[in-house]
């Protein structure tokens, strides 16, 4: 396979089904986003190799990051109930992680990133997060879906990764 394919060239590229859509669309723009968080999450993963339950949660939001791409570039068609359940599941551990860790931690201040690495490179997946996240709503707004759980999910991530970074 090649890499340099040169069907890009011209501002366009292909989405997941194979469809050529502009390279500057929302849905290019947030696919684009969510790969990025993924790389900050692998790594962040790197720093979590004695971290089993950390680690094991990052790995799992890289799953759902995935599927969102899927469901984002048309490959999944309507979210599934399959699918639907288990980021209910996701969703319900990022919770609890959050309800579990968050004890003494103030949430009313500022919090200037850059503690130590860990936490360093924590913030810097929340920013991306939060970016993430304002570009979704700005494709569902356009598309005109309402994906109530996927807008929650994303939400919800950048709490959890506040509260890993804070917590390292």
Known sequence: MK???????????????????????LE????????ELQSVLGVVKNFLKNEVDEFALIE???SKLYDFMSIISGLKGPMEKKFESEIIESLE?????????????SFNKFVLPGKN???SFLHLARS????CERV???YLEEE???????CKYMNRLSDFLFIMAEVF
């Open 3 to 25: 890499i340099t394919t040169k069907t890009g060239d011209f501002g366009e590229t292909s989405n997941l089904t194979g469809k050529r859509v502009k390279k500057n669309s």
């Open 28 to 35: 290019i723009e947030i696919v684009g986003q969510i790969d």
């Open 60 to 62: 799992d939001v890289q």
């Open 93 to 105: 551990k990022l919770e609890n992680y959050i309800s579990i860790k968050n004890e003494g931690i």
């Open 117 to 119: 690495t860990i936490s």
């Open 128 to 131: 991306v997060c939060r970016r």
């Open 136 to 138: 979704f709503v700005a």
């Open 144 to 150: 005109n879906i309402d994906c109530e759980i996927l």
